[in-house]
């Protein structure tokens, strides 16, 4: 797989699909996009078209519009979204069964180089993948919402995922612009919402407590903690 010029598919068009989908022709890549629901789709190639626009007039797209839409496909079928593509990113609801369902078929589906990754935020990967015969090419891609923005994904492959994966996948990312870091060992949260979390809860336990009151808490975070990580 080039990490530099490779079909992408896209599953689920929805908001972070719709991201994804930026993200990957943004960088050159030819993207297919796909979703069970096609009045989903249409409307959600058409919210992208909108959101080209506005990253055209923030200085954020370093090209018309019109060429990073060019490279976006709609694709009528999951075969054919999937048919020669090198990397997946699967976007729809966080439900387990329907997850399992989906990577079942993108398994027999997808040709067996192809990597096959989850934007999931709650469901480890050996847990969709552990039955799949080709289990070992699968992982978890969590991005920050949204991706086309915020470039932080994090990779966290099941015990059984290769490593030429997981590096595949970094290559891939980190020549689109983002910043993928790997959960070594799977987690619940991952990285980023775990180091949220803590901070969310000393937050309540300040307020609960009676240290602070709320608007103090957040002129904390946001006129202090936040400024000054945002240079660090």
Known sequence: MDPNQ??????????IGRAWAIVFARAGHAVAMYDVDADALRKGLAVLEGALADLRAAGLLDE???????RIAPAATL??????AGYVQENIAEKLPAKQA???E??????????LASSTSTIPTSQWSEKLAGRARCLVAHPINPPHLVPLVELSPAPWTSPDVVARTQALLE???????VVRTEIQGFILNRLQGALLAEAF??????YASTEDIDKTVRDGLGLRWSFM
């Open 64 to 70: 018309e519009p019109a060429a990073t839409r060019a």
């Open 205 to 210: 336990r300040l307020y609960a407590d009676g």
């Open 102 to 104: 989906l990577f079942a």
């Open 6 to 15: 490779t079909k992408i598919a896209i599953v689920g068009a929805g908001l």
């Open 175 to 181: 020549a689109a612009g983002q910043v993928p870091i």
């Open 79 to 84: 075969a054919e979204a999937v048919s020669g």
């Open 106 to 115: 993108m398994d027999r589906l997808a040709g067996p180089d192809t990597i």
